[in-house]
């Protein structure tokens, strides 16, 4: 295969070996609801270590970089025929103490979407977990987080609007495609 799966949680990120990610992206409700509880980390003196400056997302997963032609038609044609997803975003989660995100509910829509991209992964069983990341920190720091976090985050209705591609490490953006209305 000429994917992976994004492990959810990877102890070293390699700054040197660089990938290419697929993120599916909510609305501006959805955006600004999630940016709002990251502001008020951020005024208690939290700041992450989870990358700046792009949209809060689900991460479908990666390639190598030398696919990028081929999944920029991928995603394209992908999303012309997919349709907006409407989900909810119900939990906060955490993978160890190390990350502290959002989860949805899950739906066959968002399911498929991924599968979409990634459909040989899993030999019977599904190893992705959606979520959108709010803080990524030592655990002492999360910790201390968690409960800025469940006082400010309220579950909502969100929808998955598009499908970006990004190039990690540096940060480099290559292509966004909208979801069918």
Request: hydrophobic share 40%; net charge negative.
């Amino acid at each position: 295969m000429w994917y992976t799966l994004v492990y959810q949680v990877q102890e070293v990120i390699n700054m040197d070996e660089k990938s290419l990610y697929l993120l599916a992206q909510f609305d501006d409700e959805t955006e600004e609801m999630l940016s709002a509880c990251y502001a008020e980390l951020v005024q208690q003196g939290f700041v992450g270590k989870q990358t700046k400056d792009i949209p809060y997302h689900f991460t479908l997963g990666c390639f190598d970089c030398c696919h990028e032609e081929n999944l920029v038609s991928e995603l394209e044609k992908i999303c012309s025929t997919t349709k907006i997803i409407d989900i909810r975003l119900d939990h906060l989660g955490l993978f160890g103490l190390k990350v502290l995100f959002a989860e949805p509910n899950m739906n066959f829509e968002l399911l498929s979407l991924q599968k979409a991209f990634f459909d040989g992964c899993g030999n019977g069983y599904h190893p992705w977990t959606a979520h959108a990341t709010i803080l990524l920190d030592e655990p002492d720091n999360i910790i201390k987080a968690l409960p800025i976090v469940a006082d400010k985050f309220k579950p909502t209705h969100a929808r998955i609007t598009s499908v970006g591609l990004y190039e990690f490490f540096p940060k480099r953006f290559i292509k966004k495609c909208v979801l069918c209305p």
